[in-house]
């Protein structure tokens, strides 16, 4: 990757929607060779995929959270049950297996605190091989997840 392929990265991550040629016109290239190295960072996993940014409170998830999980036990196949169950829970939109106090920090939103309780209490604490959880509210937003600087 080299610094023609980290600006036009730059310039998706803050506009996905861009054309090749705009694309081009903001990089410094022809369309083709744009086209070229868009391909070549998507077909090296570089450029992972393309997605609309949702605003969680506007979409109606007002209540967001951190929850630390710990295990039980570290059998592979406790944790791939594990694994699998998180999969399965929609409000649970990306988990990290964690170094620290916990195993897995999980990040979960919900309508409200009903709802998040019902996935906390009722749905996580169920999956195979949890032993423990701990949650963290978030209060408010100082910086939104954005750009990775590349």
Known sequence: MDDTDRHIISVLQA???RTNAELAEAVGLST????RRVRQLEDTGVIAGYRAVVDPQKAGLTVLGYVSVKMDSHDQAL?????AGVDAIAEIVACYAISGDGDYLLKVV???MEAFADVALKR?????GVKDSTTNFV?????REGAWPV
């Open 32 to 35: 083709s060779a744009v086209h």
């Open 110 to 112: 919900a309508a409200d």
């Open 124 to 128: 996580l604490v169920r999956l195979p």
């Open 139 to 143: 209060l408010g937003t100082v910086k």
């Open 15 to 17: 506009d996905g929607r």
């Open 79 to 83: 944790l791939d049950e594990f694994i």
